[in-house]
């Protein structure tokens, strides 16, 4: 009986285990940890476009240590207008998700109380994500904005550019395979133009991962064990 107990043990989890698949859509912050070193610039006039070589010309406005997901939506729609309604606070950040806050202007709570951006591309908001992420061979990366955004993987002395939408524009996805790899150093950049709506998510897609064969007769031995010993004990009874 014990025997039998053992191999129903045994077979379960390779069942079990056999059939856990770690692919899927999810957040782009399952593959980082969800941690992410952030640079924000601000200025007026016409915003800067997303690209990692242009940034307003400025000290920048905030560094910080983000730790959440790449999902930030204000669907505030105000034309731009209320300054209230388009802030950093109504992005999604907050001083729960916020750490190591650096300023030479601003407190945390006079940072996420500051507006983003206007109409009339007044007070823009240029913001970089840096960070590192570790994802299969297939592993694609969509990312959905409403302004400018682009999406990196650094190398030692170059830039590797895998999604490139640098003006502003209505809501809108882009879409790239990431580079394979573990902990590959990446930079997203976003660009909140001309008012809200404000919209930064990014998803990525993992391939389903398939049983070796070595899994799969293992898998087969542990059923036949099952179905050996369930005959035994009705023998037996």
């Known amino acids: 009986m014990k025997f039998g107990k053992a191999i129903l043990g045994v077979s379960a989890a390779l069942v079990i285990g056999t059939g856990i698949a770690q692919a899927g859509i999810m957040n782009l912050s399952a593959l980082t940890g969800g941690h992410y070193s952030v640079v924000v610039w601000s200025g007026n006039g016409t915003p800067d476009i997303a690209s990692a070589t242009s940034h307003p010309i400025t000290t920048p406005l905030a560094y910080f240590t983000y ?21 950093f606070g109504d992005f999604g950040f907050s001083a729960s998700n916020i750490s190591n806050f650096v300023s030479s202007t601003d407190s945390l709570n006079q ?8 109409g009339n591309f007044v007070d823009n908001t240029y913001m970089a994500f840096l960070g590192r992420y570790s994802a299969a061979p297939g592993t694609t990366l969509t ?38 790899g573990n902990n590959v150093p990446f930079g997203l950049v976003y660009v909140e133009a001309n008012g809200s709506p404000s919209v930064l998510t990014a998803t990525v897609n993992q391939p ?19 179905g050996l010993w369930t005959s035994r004990r009705r023998k037996s009874l």
């Open 143 to 180: 990312v959905t904005h409403d302004d400018g955004a682009s999406f990196y993987t650094l190398g030692s002395d170059s830039l590797n550019t895998l999604i490139s939408s640098p003006n502003p524009t209505s809501q809108r996805s882009d879409s790239a395979t990431l580079t394979a």
């Open 111 to 118: 940072f996420l109380g500051t507006t983003m951006s206007l």
């Open 67 to 87: 730790t959440g997901a790449i999902d930030f939506v204000n669907n505030a729609a105000n034309n731009g207008q209320n300054s209230s309604l388009n802030t």
């Open 208 to 226: 389903s991962t398939v049983p070796e064969p070595g899994t799969f007769a293992l898998m087969a031995a542990g059923l036949l064990g099952m």
